[in-house]
């Protein structure tokens, strides 16, 4: 499948509507105890939007991973609800971008261009694993920031989940920069948000509301599984 340009620019044109959409829901203030969290996703699809049109090399995998988790939040919605026409339009749109994305014809104006393999000495195996590594932590960035965002009755419950978005955010740009401290912030932010998830569960009992975090703790830690091994071959190796 061709049509680059045209492809690129519908995928862009998804998230630039999501960006828009979330964004007058959060200045309407429809559900003003969820305000500051549709602001957040609003900046999500805004990045995703921006990086898309900037061309960053990054920003395929990041935009298919916004993707994914749209596809994802739809899949869940529909499980708990039906086939309700809002959810089948919010999966099919995210799906499409996702679509639109996929494949080695849409990789050469992003993750495909040479300067950034040469700057970071990067051959296709290293190229292949940080891509997937940030498609997952691209779905599990928005899951994270809606759990940090949702109302709790607990002050420190708040805090913690805070501070696994900053981990989260931070590690991905961490991840991209291929800086070690991105796979630590990443493990960080997976193991805060699982430790919450299970602190929920013995207290209130498992809730549909604990999918999706527990499923981002577990792409967070699928992101940096493959970083793992070879960091501790480094520290295990005396100098």
């Not at 964004?23 to 995703?48: D, M, N, R």
């Not at 998830?197 to 209130?204: C, L, N, P, R």
Request: charged content about 10%; proline content about 4%; glycine content about 10%.
């Amino acid at each position: 499948m061709k049509f680059v340009g045209e492809r690129r620019a519908l995928a862009a044109a998804i998230m630039a509507f999501y960006f828009l959409l979330y964004g007058v829901i959060a200045v309407s203030q429809l559900v003003p105890e969820l305000t500051k969290a549709f602001v957040g996703i609003a900046g999500v699809y805004g990045l995703a939007f921006f990086a898309l049109v900037a061309g960053y090399f990054w920003a395929r995998w990041y935009a298919v991973g916004v993707g994914l988790y749209g596809v994802l939040t739809a899949a869940v919605g529909m499980w708990q609800l039906g086939a309700e026409p809002v959810l089948l339009f919010i999966g099919g749109t995210h799906l499409a971008a996702t679509v639109f994305l996929w494949g080695q014809t849409m990789s050469e104006p992003y993750d495909g261009q040479s300067a950034w393999r040469e700057r970071y000495h990067m051959d296709e195996s290293a190229v292949q694993r940080l891509g997937r590594a940030v498609i997952r932590a691209g779905i599990s960035l928005p899951l994270i920031l809606l759990y940090a965002f949702a109302p709790k009755p607990d002050s420190s419950a708040t805090f913690v989940s805070l501070a696994a978005l900053v981990l989260a955010v931070a590690g991905l740009r961490g991840l991209i920069q291929l800086k070690t401290w991105g796979v630590l912030a990443l493990g960080a932010a997976g193991a805060l948000t699982l430790s919450l998830v299970g602190a929920d569960a013995v207290s209130h009992g498992l809730t549909p509301m604990m999918l999706r975090p527990a499923i981002a703790s577990g792409l967070l830690f699928a992101a940096i599984s493959p970083y793992l091994g070879s960091m501790v071959r480094f520290i295990a190796v005396p100098r």
